[in-house]
């Protein structure tokens, strides 16, 4: 018996179909299109987004544009006896970082390894971090 009325309760159970195609129209009252307001909100057409202006690309981060800093400053001598300055081009790991990252030029960054490269058998540069002192 109660079986019965448990499977009954199951079948029921199920969401409730909304009948698709026949929804009431009627009473909801119908907004006229085009009385919207439109004049204070710059449009902007799809799939029509300006290209070369990246600045105003989506309010994402700006990136900085990249630029050799041997090129830019040419006061700075790239230099295997200056490890303070060769520090500022390896990663945490001592390793040398690449130009993509840096933004210097591939001449610049063809000293800099080789400075690196000489400090480092200097030792005036860690190879790896596992080195102490
Ligand atoms: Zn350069």
Redesign the pocket.
């Known amino acids: 018996m109660s079986e019965e009325v448990k499977t009954t309760a199951a079948a029921a159970a199920p969401r409730p179909q909304r009948p698709q195609g026949d929804r009431p129209q009627g009473d909801r009252p119908q907004r006229p299109q085009g009385d919207r307001p439109q004049g204070d909100r710059p449009r902007r057409p799809q799939g029509d987004r300006p290209q070369g202006d990246r600045a105003g690309a989506g309010g994402r981060f700006q990136r900085r544009r990249k630029f050799?800093?041997?090129?830019?400053d040419t006061t700075i001598s790239i230099d295997h006896k200056d490890p303070d300055m060769l520090r500022s081009f390896i990663t945490e790991r001592y390793k040398i970082l690449p130009s993509r990252v840096t933004g210097?030029?591939?001449?610049?960054?063809r000293f800099l390894t080789t400075a690196i490269k000489r400090a480092r058998i200097l030792a005036l540069l860690a190879f790896t971090p596992l080195h102490h002192d």
């Open positions: 050799c800093k041997f090129c830019a210097t030029c591939a001449k610049h960054q």
